[in-house]
């Protein structure tokens, strides 16, 4: 089992950035590959961010792209999302999902995912 914190949210306004951490315990992710995904009032979870286990292996979403961006922390064993530029409409609840390996592809489909956390609210004011 892994267990998935989120920490680092909060309300921001537009244009500020924020530095999303995801913690994990229970066992070591280095090999996972991990997932940001968000979800705002009223609309189906999006994906945001993810990174798999081999050098390059990241992939965003449209809306993201060029603003977030995805790390690792093996020896912290967590991942971390950096948000700049940010934006009314990224407001959301972020939500960090882990994935057994299953090869080198970062899937951007929520339901591939075997883990998440609690999830952290990011408000952004206009």
């Known amino acids: 089992q892994v267990q998935l914190v989120e920490s680092g949210g909060g309300l921001v306004q537009a244009g500020d950035s924020l530095r999303l951490s995801c913690a994990a315990s229970?066992?070591?992710?280095?090999?996972?590959?991990m997932g940001w995904f968000r979800q705002a009032p009223g609309k189906e979870r999006e994906f945001v961010s993810g990174?798999?286990?081999?050098?390059?292996?990241?992939t965003y979403g449209d809306s993201v792209k060029g603003r977030f961006t995805i790390s690792r922390d093996n020896p912290s064993n967590a991942v971390h999302l950096q948000m700049n530029s940010l934006k009314p409409e990224d407001t959301a609840v972020y939500y960090c999902?882990?994935?057994?390996?299953?090869?080198?592809?970062?899937?951007?489909?929520?339901?591939?995912?075997?883990?998440w956390g609690q999830g952290t609210q990011v408000t952004v004011s206009s």
């Open positions: 229970g066992r070591t992710i280095g090999s996972y590959s």
């Open positions: 990174i798999g286990w081999g050098p390059g292996t990241t």
């Open positions: 999902a882990a994935r057994l390996p299953r090869g080198i592809r970062v899937s951007i489909t929520a339901s591939d995912y075997d883990y």
